[in-house]
């Protein structure tokens, strides 16, 4: 199907490989492809299929309703979902088709007991401490209550504790302190855990960045999302120093290319003025479609082999681009690429991220509903 205005390609084929490196990298320990976000942009329910082909035994999202969606595609294997509010209208659904689900303080407890016991099944539970982070998680002095209550549930056959788990704050930074000080109250945790009596549990830490960077969080499973999508977690550069590549590229094609005269402006504004004829191009995709105002005049695009400067505001639905005298020949049609395809010369996700001060996850997971994804490197 030709493209019409824009596209994410998303490459099937760079997630295997990348998948293999990171599981290659953590030696043995099994992953959770983490599929939140829709996949980070790239589409869950295909970017899922596509992990479980590979063999990865875990999947990982944040909402019930994500868990519930992949169920609802077709997936029977092991999901955890661990972000829930009170009175969430998935649960039930989640709880009835064996979906693990995170929780974090009594309340949750006792809805997903309440649910089990209404279905008649055993919920799948991972027990959360929070270790530093202040995010989810039970606090250190809630932590004991609610083992406890845990293990009372247990015995009363609503539940199985599957996991002891936490996320951490800062290992995307090399040799930091408080990823030692969060390992070491996760270990309390678990201990408090074992003492009281639960039986073994599996334990997991490590998202992406600590999976690769400190080997000792990886325990017996690791949580990996940017990673098996090819970009960097944190410094520049570091996802290709470890042989991982962008599996989403997008691209547009130029919607009209002209002239404009010295001393004319370029979009809201006018913050960008021509200091001589300068041959322009409208690439029209905007912040509707995830592109970042913020990277207004500071990132750059592919066009022809050439990266070409964004001129003044990137709007809703389209900016300007400089196609200045390295371009050549070029037309309304011509493709650009905005990011990913790194062996073509094109800027990177990390890239636009630092032209926007964010980071590459936001850039690939803010790609818009309206952009069509299309896959290729299919098995
Ligand atoms: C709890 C949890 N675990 C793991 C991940 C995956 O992190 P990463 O994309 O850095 O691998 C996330 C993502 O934000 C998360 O929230």
Known sequence: M?????????????????????????????????????????????????????????????????????????????????LWAPGDPDLDACVGSDVDISVSALWALSDVAASARRLGVRARVHLK????????????????????????????????????????????RPD???????????????????????????RHLANTPAALGYPETRYDLVRIGIGIYGVPPATPGSASALGLTSVMTLRGRLALVKVIPAGQSVSYGSNWTAPRRTRVGLVPLGYADGVPRSASGRAQVLVNGARCPILGRVAMDQFVIDLGELVGDVRAGSDVVLFGDEATGAPTADDWAVASDTIGYEIVTRVGARVPRRYVGAR
């Not at 932590?143 to 002891?164: F, M, Y």
């Not at 990823?179 to 073994?200: F, I, K, N």
Request: charged content about 20%; glycine content about 10%.
């Open 129 to 172: 401490v929070d270790t530093g982070l202040s995010r989810n998680g039970a606090s250190l002095d809630e932590w004991a209550d609610l083992v406890g209550a845990a293990l009372a549930e247990q015995g009363s056959g609503a539940i199985d504790v599957v996991s002891v788990w936490s996320h951490l704050a800062n290992a995307d």
């Open 2 to 82: 030709p493209m019409t205005r824009a596209e994410a390609v998303i490459d099937l084929e760079a997630l295997r490989r990348n998948l293999a490196t990171v599981s290659s990298a953590v030696t043995g320990v099994p992953v959770m492809a983490v599929v939140k976000a829709d996949a980070y942009g790239h589409g869950m329910t295909r970017i899922a299929q596509e992990a479980r082909g590979a063999g990865v035994s875990w999947l990982g999202v944040a909402l019930l309703s994500e868990a519930r969606a992949l169920r609802a595609a077709g997936d029977t294997g092991l999901i955890l979902a661990w």
């Open 176 to 202: 930091d302190q408080s990823v030692a000080d969060q390992r070491t109250a996760y270990e309390a945790a678990v201990a408090v855990a074992a003492e009281a009596g639960l039986p073994p549990v599996v």
